[in-house]
């Protein structure tokens, strides 16, 4: 498939985007059969609200992009086939959209022994393997068809690190984390991050997915005497954690992850978790155009319920995926090459992404400071809690 | 010294909620000789009930607990008639069976009603608390307590001194006598199931409140964490349970306390694994009760197996390995390629509880051991795939059965029960032993598979390794079974005693068999390391052991065949099934049941 003058058609923006929609349907009229991606994600099991999270943000993403008129005149579809986020599942999906020819590039899976264990499929069959929610360092690793947007650890934690110890003020922090590769990962890059700005790291606990009760593991906490609480933590673990610290008496500052980043941490924490902070890359009245998009957007599509972190990534997957196959057509090679092509695809975690052609990964995620105040997030006034 | 007052008290109250769970799972087991895996699933649908209940229909909280215990009592009245009566007199095995498959399509239909977000559940109580210690307890905590304590008293007082109690332990220990006697069996097992369900009901709506979240993932954790309590307290004894809670929890807390959080389930399954081998009745089993099982083999009721005539196993031997030469795409082959691979391990598995009568519940574990030992011998010592593979099956039969062997004098369900426990310390070393492991970071890079130099990364290669060795541990496990070994193993299985009289040393042959199983298991895994090429402690998981327990029972318990036709089934339907999307584990569990109902032997019947 033959690209009409790419530089002139990726500009990024939305708005550009709708141009050279507009501009290719009329080259492309005869192909009426949409693109079609493959998503490989947990539907069921105990990983399903993910996967549920990830479907609400691409429909949103593909309504957008549908009526702009499709990509390069044809329809954007995907198919989304259940993983459970299990290995044995993710390595079947991939040789499936591996052998059929209609699938131009594959997104996901979700947690990183599915996602790497299907890597190889993808790498050998020549798919591209997007996965957008896979911050395990050593994803990329797996060739030069694993591409990810995740946002990296190496990114993220040490703005984070800069929130709860410079601007908040906090020297001798306790660091809870999931014990996950993820959870592992953001945990180091805190602690160096945290050292760097002259921060005493007192306690570290890693706790299991299936957590519920931490008490025990709080009065550990307590007796390290630290002046504030890292979580490194989903918002339903987050909540549980917040909620129980409170109720054992805990009053230091509690300084969260993105990824407690949603509506549910609100609701599951109810007043525990009023002046929590929370490093995120976008917030409600963040005025970028891109994100007053997707707020409103969502809000419309599912009555007036607020996006969260894993909404926006799959939002902002979906919009890069439109911006590849816009490039690279629906040939899976030019489609990893489009990869290193695509310049400043508007995004609500980056702003504007752009490719690390080495990592393969973006950086330079946005950074937004905010604070729950009377249950709602908010942008940190810089008022001590 | 304070903090120790603390951890204490924190112990009690997450004991407290893990006792509402095992009281039920205690009654049934009482009663029926079942450990209940539906048990949780009833818990969660109490606690999506009482949401319901409370943020839809507003209802006080006495209202609450009361529709909650009446829905709660209804499902479990229709597990009881439908889901369990009609498998009365068939195996011992297969409630089991029914009970997991329950508990599928129960948390399958709480998914899809009330999708898998977590939700939030709030307290109706005031929310005041009290300072103990340098802690806090508030309503909440008395009223589980209550709930605990009261329901376990209740249930001791009803046993001991009314009519319908005298009834239900009379069926406890001898079910025929109760009959003859002229108890109402079905009706005493409704009462019981009706009891338990309800219980289970209101705990998950408890729980849901204590901690103002309920979401689908609740079920199986409550289970586990249920089963081990109950064991701990001895099966089948309602106070038992109560203190064995306390006891999970207090254990717990104080291994957070002293060695961290990533330790916490390590003790409660430890301390499962050292109760079993010390009491393997429990901590209150007394001297004068009868025991827990029967003392003969009627766990697994023999049955005649299909017999399939040799021309035919050769035939289908054929068409299998000139598949890849077949247009058919890749797809097919991946799964076949899953389903031998899960072919060894329910070989393996059907060895141990079939042949000799160990039903593992931990058989991942094996498969873990192969994998890691084969990962990291190509890794960081150079050593050849095909070699490191075969080192991964020799770690896993040797750790495997080292591991094992506490469990050697366990029977029926308690050696299910102990195997998922080290399945799960198996699991929990690996994520703590980071200098060898790498912990959660997992191991990644493994070298693809690879033969004498050649690599094997076609679909079509992997194909024909993974058949060909499943083939010859077929092979194998045929001869074995056909050897004097076979004959021993299965007289073992039958009647332990007989076959002790006779002199065979029991230890001695389950070594045997845990050895021949581990290696298949382990060359399984080590297979798998090589063609996911990334691996984490979550790779191979508790739903992997149930995953093989159900190929097995499904194909026939020790058969051969069977194992390898009920593994291309269970890869196959869910495959199968995958135009339904969210609604094939549904699908899949309602076929499971079916077949545990229709065919509790198994598709080709036990050898």
């Not at chain 2, 038992?240 to 916490?264: C, D, K, N, P, Q």
Request: charged content about 15%; overall charge positive.
């Amino acid at each position: 498939m033959s690209n009409i003058d790419r530089r002139t058609l990726v500009k990024g923006s939305l708005a550009a985007m709708m141009a050279g929609a507009a501009f290719s349907r009329a080259a492309f009229a005869q192909s009426s059969e949409p693109i079609l991606l493959g998503v490989s994600g947990p539907l069921t099991g105990p990983n399903a609200q993910y996967g549920t999270q990830w479907k609400q943000g691409f429909d949103l993403a593909l309504d957008e992009i549908q009526a702009a008129g499709g990509v390069n005149g044809r329809k954007l579809a995907y198919s989304f086939e259940d993983s459970q986020s299990d290995p044995r599942q993710s390595v079947a999906i991939a040789q499936k959209f591996v052998s059929d020819p209609r699938i131009v590039m594959e997104l996901g899976d979700f947690s990183s022994p599915a996602s790497m264990a299907a890597s190889p499929i993808y790498q050998r069959g020549g798919l591209v393997q997007f996965g957008f929610t896979n911050s395990h360092p050593d994803f990329t690793k797996g060739g030069d068809f694993m591409w990810s947007t995740s946002v990296s650890q190496a990114d993220e934690q040490p703005l984070l690190a800069a929130y709860a110890v410079k601007r908040l003020g906090l020297k001798k922090l306790a660091v809870l984390h999931l014990n996950t590769d993820w959870g592992r990962t953001s945990r180091d890059y805190f602690v160096k991050a945290a050292k760097e700005h002259g921060a005493e790291i007192a306690v570290t606990e890693g706790y299991i997915a299936e957590e519920r009760d931490f008490r025990s593991t709080l009065v550990r906490v307590r007796d390290a005497n630290p002046d504030g609480l890292i979580l490194i933590s989903y918002y339903s673990d987050g909540a549980l954690i917040a909620r129980q610290a409170r109720q054992v008496g805990l009053k230091q500052v509690i300084c969260a992850a993105s990824s407690v980043y949603s509506p549910k941490f609100l609701e599951l924490g109810g007043e525990a978790v009023e002046d929590v902070h929370v490093g995120t890359r976008y917030f409600p009245e963040d005025p970028r155009p891109e994100v007053q998009t997707f707020i409103a957007g969502f809000k419309k599509k599912y009555n007036g319920v607020e996006p969260d972190a894993f909404n926006a990534y799959a939002y902002d997957a979906m919009n890069m995926a439109a911006a590849v196959v816009k490039i690279g057509g629906a040939d899976r090679r030019a489609i990893r090459d489009a990869f290193t092509k695509v310049k400043d695809v508007s995004s609500v975690i980056f702003g504007k992404a752009t490719f690390d052609v080495e990592s393969r990964r973006v950086k330079g995620a946005m950074n937004a400071e905010l604070v729950v105040r009377k249950g709602q997030f908010a942008l940190w006034d810089g008022k001590p809690t | 010294m304070s903090s120790w007052l603390d951890y204490t008290i924190n112990g009690l109250i997450v004991g407290n909620v893990y006792a509402l769970v095992a009281v039920g799972l205690a009654l049934i087991f009482g009663v029926s000789r079942l450990i209940n895996f539906a048990q949780g699933s009833i818990y969660l649908v109490g606690a999506y009930i009482g949401w319901v209940a409370v943020v839809q229909l507003h209802t006080p909280l006495p209202l609450t607990i009361i529709v909650v215990a009446v829905a709660a009592a209804l499902v479990g009245l229709i597990i009881e008639r439908f889901g369990l009566r009609p498998l009365q007199n068939s195996v011992r095995i297969a409630p089991l069976l029914a009970t997991i498959g329950i508990s599928f399509v129960l948390d399958q239909l709480v998914m899809l009603t009330f999708s898998p977000n977590p939700r939030a559940l709030p307290s109706q109580l005031p929310d005041v608390r009290f300072q103990i210690g340098g802690g806090t307890i508030g309503p909440l905590d008395l009223l589980i307590a209550g709930v605990g304590i009261t329901s376990a008293l209740l249930l001791f007082v009803f046993l001991r001194y009314s009519k319908l109690g005298w009834a239900i332990r009379a069926t406890a220990q001898d079910r025929d006598a109760a009959m003859q006697m002229g108890v109402d069996v079905n009706r005493v097992n409704q009462a019981v199931f009706g009891i338990a369900a309800a219980l289970g009901g209101v705990s998950g709506l408890l729980v849901g409140m204590y901690y103002n979240q309920i979401d689908t993932a609740m079920s199986l954790q409550a289970t586990l964490k249920g089963v081990v309590a109950e064991v701990v307290g001895g099966a089948g004894n309602v106070p038992g349970a109560v203190i064995g809670s306390l006891l999970l929890g207090l254990v717990e807390s104080y291994g957070v306390a002293v060695f961290g959080t990533s330790y916490r389930n390590l003790f409660a399954f430890l301390l499962l694994v050292v109760v079993l081998v010390l009491r393997p009745n429990g901590l209150f089993a007394s001297a004068r009760q009868a025991p827990p099982e029967p003392l003969t083999g009627t766990f697994i009721a023999p049955s005649r197996p299909v017999r399939i005539p040799r021309w035919a196993l050769l035939v289908a031997t054929g068409i299998f390995a000139i598949l890849p030469l077949l247009p058919v795409s890749f797809y097919v082959l991946q799964t076949l390629i899953n389903a031998w691979l899960l072919g060894m391990l329910a070989l393996s598995l059907t060895l141990v509880a079939g042949t000799i009568g160990q039903v593992s519940l931990g058989h991942a574990a094996l498969l873990a051991i192969g994998a890691y030992t084969s990962a990291l011998l190509s890794l960081t010592f150079a050593v050849p795939v095909g070699l490191a593979i075969i080192g991964g099956g020799l770690m896993s039969a040797a750790l495997g059965t080292a591991l094992i062997s506490p469990s050697f004098r366990l029977r029926g369900h308690y050696v299910s029960i102990a195997t998922l426990a080290i399945g799960e310390i198996v699991s929990l070393v690996i994520l703590n032993w980071e200098s060898v492991t790498r912990g959660p970071i997992g191991i990644s890079g493994i070298p693809p598979l690879s033969l004498a130099g050649y690599e094997l990364v076609s679909p079509i290669s992997i194909y024909c390794f993974s058949f060909i060795v499943m083939v010859v541990l077929a092979l194998l496990q045929g001869r074995l079974l056909g050897s004097h070994l076979g004959r021993s193993f299965r007289a073992i299985r039958d009647d332990d005693i007989a076959a002790r009289a006779y002199g065979l040393s029991l230890n001695r042959y389950k070594s045997l068999a845990f050895i021949f199983g581990g290696f298949a298991a382990g060359v399984s895994g080590g297979i798998a390391a090589h063609l996911y090429s990334y691996i984490n402690h979550e790779t191979f998981n508790t739903q992997q052991s149930i995953l093989a327990l159900t190929v097995v029972i499904l194909g026939g318990l020790g058969n051969v065949v069977g194992a390898i036709v009920g593994a291309v089934a269970l890869v196959g339907l869910p495959e199968v099934f995958r135009i339904a999307a969210e609604y094939r584990i549904l699908i899949y569990g309602i076929v499971l049941l079916l077949l545990v109902r229709f065919r509790p032997q198994g598709l080709l019947g036990t050898m």
